[in-house]
């Protein structure tokens, strides 16, 4: 089994680039709830974007759940997206997110097309499944990256499913057959 998690909520911060935000207070203790969700699971092996926020929301469910430490998987971060300008307004942001996902084998957002970091994100997962093949694993990632990679299994638009992720999100796969068994796009209310 495989845990494909989206990172929690972060603090933006317009002058500083998404790649190096941070978990706000929220987003820590929102950690302590998806560990009640997930360690039912038994996760043997957690592993974690090597951008602070994913590393943030690893190493808190980590604690929370009992888990191993988590290792860093470079191939999980984000799209990558340095020069991507930041958008004060949700609506232009979308925009943006969007017209990338129509068109995923052109760089039309930061510096990587979104067919790029879907198949990195992929090969990454692959990598991490046949490395450890009976293993219960747990990846956190990011939320574009992550929408791309569930949407290319299963044949769905990935720009909904991207709008529906909340921070966090998970979803619980069938690397070996290629399936996602499960998704939980956000976190139920206590």
């Known amino acids: 089994m495989f845990i494909l998690i989206r990172h929690s909520l972060t603090r933006q911060q317009p002058a500083v680039s998404s790649h190096a935000w941070q978990l706000t207070a929220e987003g820590l203790a929102r950690c302590e709830r998806l560990a009640v969700h997930l360690r039912p699971y038994g996760v043997q092996q957690l592993f974690t974007s090597p951008e602070a926020k994913a590393q943030q929301t690893a190493q808190a469910l980590a604690r929370a759940a009992g888990w191993p ?5 470079p191939a ?6 340095h020069t991507a300008p930041y958008y004060a307004a949700v609506a232009d942001f979308e925009a943006a997110i969007g017209a990338a996902m129509r068109r995923p084998e052109v760089c039309l957002f930061g510096e990587e097309a979104f067919g790029e970091a879907q198949r990195r994100l992929a090969g990454c997962i692959a990598g991490l499944h046949a490395a450890q093949p009976g293993a219960t694993l747990a990846l956190v990632t990011h939320g574009t990256v992550m929408a791309l990679y569930l949407a290319a299994l299963t044949g769905e638009d990935p720009f909904p499913l991207w709008q529906s992720l909340a921070m966090p999100a998970y979803a ?10 499960h998704l939980v796009p956000a976190l139920p209310p206590d």
């Open 76 to 81: 999980a971060h984000e799209t990558l997206r």
């Open 172 to 181: 619980i796969l069938d690397v070996a057959a290629g399936r996602r068994l």
């Open 69 to 73: 430490a988590p290792q860093i998987a």
